[in-house]
């Protein structure tokens, strides 16, 4: 009696781990998701993904996807390398290593220096422009900002790369200088965006001259 109910539980525990056990999902942009693949039969990827308890099917093209790595530890690479291609020329190995600078850097890189100064710099430009009746220039100072902040170098930190093996790699700093790049370009854009609205609605309220 004994021995069945350990059996019973042994096979519940497995049952129970399958059930949640997830596919991990390596996109070429960096992302990585736990998903349920369903199939990869065809040119698609049909997989199931949760968010918030809900699932959601979701259908993929297998030149977005680097790899996936199934639960049982299998991973299968749908990256393939075309040397007359613009875009899939690396290698497997040159590609993963991209892939994974792209994924430390969206995960790890921050710039809350840029994110704070584009917000000064939006707002100034939105302030003068109203201020001196010429709104049309106000966005040259927050373009050039954005241009500025898209040129400047990148630097990698230690904390931020998932192996230190990784900084041996020309692919993957060129990964993660892309990755990181826009983000920082994003943040310059939003930040930039949002300090010109608030300057030239300032500037019309308060403007001196009416």
Excluded at 13 to 36: C, E, H, P, R
Excluded at 119 to 143: H, M, N, Q, R, Y
Aim: charged residues 20%; positive net charge.
């Amino acid at each position: 009696m004994q021995m069945k109910l350990i059996t019973t539980l042994f096979l519940a525990t497995i049952i129970a781990s399958s059930a949640f056990s997830q596919d991990k999902l390596y996109m070429m942009n960096g992302g990585v998701f736990d998903v349920k693949v369903n199939d990869t039969s065809n040119a698609k990827i049909l997989v199931d993904f949760t968010k918030h308890d809900k699932i959601k099917k979701i259908t993929l093209d297998k030149e977005d996807v680097f790899s996936i790595k199934y639960a049982s530890g299998q991973e299968v690479i749908f990256y393939k390398e075309d040397s007359l291609s613009e875009e899939n020329y690396m290698t497997v190995s040159e590609m993963s290593d991209y892939v994974a600078g792209q994924r430390d850097a969206t995960k790890g890189y921050h710039s809350p220096g840029t994110t704070i100064s584009s917000v000064v710099v939006g707002a100034a430009s939105g302030l003068t422009g109203g201020f001196l009746f010429i709104p049309l220039l106000s966005p040259v100072p927050s373009g050039l900002f954005v241009g500025a902040a898209g040129a400047r170098w990148i630097k990698i930190k230690r904390k931020n790369v998932s192996d230190t093996k990784y900084l041996k790699s020309d692919t993957y700093v060129l990964g993660y200088d892309h990755a990181a790049r826009g983000k920082r370009l994003q943040n310059a854009i939003i930040g930039t965006g949002s300090g010109l609205i608030v300057g030239i609605v300032s500037a019309i309220i308060f403007k001196p001259f009416k």
